[in-house]
Every structure is written in C-alpha cells, then in structure tokens.
C-alpha cells in the first residue's frame, strides 16, 4: 500500500480550479500542432513516458566551499530524503526513481529500504559510489586519489567500495553503479599522467568484472575540481576510451556541469551514441565549471539540443541504446523540493519539445544545404510551449497541475520543520 506524503485532497482540489483552464489551453495547442500534421495525444502518450530519476544527496540544501545555509526541515537521513523525493514524484509524475549514494546512504537493512521506498511510490536507479572523500575509520586515505593511486592498498579499498555498492544495488534493484573519481593531480609533474589511468583502468577492470549480467558501468567524466590541473578521467575522449577498454557493459555518462563553458555538448551526446558508448545524464546547469545549478536555468536550448540529438539516436539506435536520466544538482538557495520539481519540468518540456521537430523538414533542409530552413525546423518546435501537455500528463497521473502551487500550499516543509531535527552549519558541496 502507498503511502504518499501530500493529501490527494489538496491536490484534487487545486487541479478542479485549473482544469478549465488547462482542457482549453491543450485544445488550442492540439490545434495548432495537428496543422503541422502532430497528433497532441501522441506527444501526450510520449511525455507520460517520460521520466527522470532524482538523487538522493540533491534533497539537501548544497553549499559552496564557503558556506551551507541549511533550511528547517531538511533531511538528514535516507529516510528522510526518500519522503522529499516522495513529494518531488507525487506532485510532478516525472521522477519515480531515486538515484543513492553511498556510504552516505547506508543503512543495515537494503530489503527494508527498499519496501519502504516502495510504500512511498518509488523505486531506485543507479547507485553512485564515493572514493572522493574519506570516511570515519576508513584505513587508506584518498588524498592522493582512489582507483588511480599510487597505493595499491588504496586503490584495492576503492575496488571493494565499488563492489560493496553493487551488492547494495542489487538489494534495491538498480542496474547501474555510476563511478566517478576525483583522482587527479594540482601540480606538473605530481603524477605520471599515463601510469595513472593504467592504474585507474586496472582497478576499474576489477569493478567491472563484478557486474552482474544486466548490469551497467557508468564513467562519469569531470573537467577539473577537486583537482586543479589535471583529472584521470577528464573528458569524454578518456572516458569512451576507458569504457571501451573495459567491456560492452561500460558506457559513458555525460553530466553537463563536467565540461568547459562553450563546449559543444549536444556533439559530444552524438559521438558517444555513435560508438554506442552513451550511458546517460546527470542534468544541470552551469554558467563557469561544475556549478551545479538548475537543469535549463541558464541555457535551456542546450538541453533540447541535447534531447534532439537523443531523438536522432532514437531513429539511429545502436546496440543497447537505452540512456539513463538523472537530475545531479546542488541546491544553495532554493528548496530543493521546488528546484527538483522545476529542473524535472524543464527536462521533460526540452523532451517534449525535441519529439515536436519537423523531422523530415529538417533531413531535407540537411540533404539540400539549406542552413537557415535546417535551423528553422528546430527552432519551430524549440518555441512552441508545451506546458499544457505536460500539465496534462501530470494531472492523469495523478499529479498536480500546477506543482508549486500545490508544494507550497501543503506546507510540507514546514511540517518537517516541526517533526525533523536540524542541520548543522557548515560548508560542504552536497
Ligand atoms: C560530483 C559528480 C558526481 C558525484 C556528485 C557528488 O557530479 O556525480 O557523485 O557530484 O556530489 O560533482
Ligand atoms: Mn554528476
Ligand atoms: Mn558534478
């Protein structure tokens, strides 16, 4: 039996008095769309397909190196954090998995985590291993890297942390472990920069070779920080190459934060697909580096570029083509509750709006050297709102129609605030 955290009540109540408003606005949006030959209902049916997981870590407040500033009622346990993330899936309909990470994560029972996730609505994706930062009573220190160091010791600690979380996801049902390292180095000179990926590859082969059948590595590429001139796995080019070296199973992850600004992403999400090495997102945004802030805050276009280029995948599939959608963002002046239900909003609407593109206008337009009609067919579907199929999407699902609305008016947090003990200050990234 589900138990879900906001009163069906309230959102009922609220969707009545937008209902009107809402049939009238899909009317006239699958007007204008069946004049380009697009059924709404089918885009509708696509949407509802839809989804995105969230993590478990971006239910907490974030910080910067400088400072956290905590708000009441934010979780401090897992369990608490599968609540938030709850509410994040019964008002938006979109994020029924939670993606966890560990040791944060940990508890004694998984089999009892996961039921309980269950009771809430919700499910678990991939699970995210932790050999950047050192533990309470952990024997070998990370400070100088974790699959890539130099230590053997150290680097056979990070093996068996890796294969603990696959343990662990298998109790929960994941099928995918998410490695990403911050092993690097903050001097010329301070490593050899070959030796340390052959390190790194032969640890992570070690990994791999604990995956069970169905499973999935995914290598995460980071740019730069925690370390500052140089990262083992930096860009994609190691990353499809160190997934290449380890197996089918291995694929790459593309977070969006994880490049240099400009960058052409959208390209990099076609190379990947065409080696048939693309794993999946962490979405976010970013204006410098690794900033963490939320999916489309800053360039939205980005993201459909990035989901038009998911849909030419779609109709060019390659062997095992199935990418795994996660929202990774660090949350330092927002509710998180509210900024993951309008990240996983946005997502969802650059989906949409990517299934909208006249596709074979825009082959043509590509076959005939056409630039201005190639950019138009994509520009077309970029401006059309699709609010109100997703809004519809939502309300079918049981959703709400409008999700802060109905967030705020529950007065969820404030709830938690009375019943959840309080975090302490502090800096810290998650
Ligand atoms: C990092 C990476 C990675 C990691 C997370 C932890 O994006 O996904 O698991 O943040 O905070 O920057
Ligand atoms: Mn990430
Ligand atoms: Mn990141």
Known sequence: MTQLPISADLIATRNAVHADALEDDYASLGRKLSRTGI?????LDRVAGFSVAVPSWGAGRG?????????????????????????IQQLGRVTPRVSPHFPWDKVSDYKALREEAATLG?????????????????????????????????????????????????????????????????FPGQQDLGRSLDRYLEAASKIYAALPD??????????????????????WGSSILAAQELGPKAKCLVDLGHHAPNVNI?????????????????????????????????????????????VEAELNPQDGFNPSYMIDQSHNVT?????????????TQCFAKAQLVDRAALHAAQEANDTMM????????????????????????????????????????????QERKAVGLGAGIV
């Not at 169905?214 to 860009?235: C, G, N, Q």
């Not at 190379?271 to 999946?280: D, E, N, Q």
């Not at 950019?375 to 609010?387: E, P, S």
Request: proline share 4%; glycine share 8%; hydrophobic share 40%.
């Open 374 to 417: 190639a950019f138009q067919a994509l520009r077309r579907a970029y401006n059309i709102d699709v609010a109100p199929i997703l809004a519809k999407a939502r309300a079918e699902a049981g959703g709400a129609i409008d999700v802060l609305e109905a967030y705020r008016l529950s007065q969820y947090r404030s709830r938690k605030a």
């Open 335 to 347: 509710d998180p509750i509210e900024s993951m239900l309008s990240s996983a909003e946005t997502i």
């Open 266 to 310: 959208e390209q990099i999400v076609a190379r990947l697909h065409r080696f048939g090495k693309l794993g999946g997102f962490h979405f976010n945004d970013s204006k410098y580096g690794d900033d963490d802030l939320d999916s489309g805050s800053i360039n939205p276009h980005q993201l459909f570029l990035v989901f038009n280029e998911l």
């Open 63 to 87: 910080g910067t190196r400088f400072a956290k500033f905590p708000i009441p009622g934010e979780p401090t346990n897992i369990h608490e954090k599968l609540e938030d993330c709850a509410v």
């Open 122 to 186: 919700l499910g678990f994706d991939a699970v995210n291993s932790n050999t950047f930062q050192d533990q309470p009573g952990q024997v070998h220190t990370y400070a100088n890297g974790s699959l890539a160091a130099q230590d053997a010791a150290t680097r056979q600690q990070a093996v068996d942390h890796n294969i603990e979380c696959i343990e662990i996801g298998v109790q929960l049902g994941s099928t995918d472990l998410t490695v990403w390292v911050g092993d690097g180095t903050n």
């Open 214 to 235: 169905d499973w999935r590595m995914l290598l995460e590429h980071k740019m730069f920080e925690p370390a500052f001139y140089s990262t083992v796995i930096s860009d």
């Open 39 to 43: 059924d709404i209902d089918a885009i």
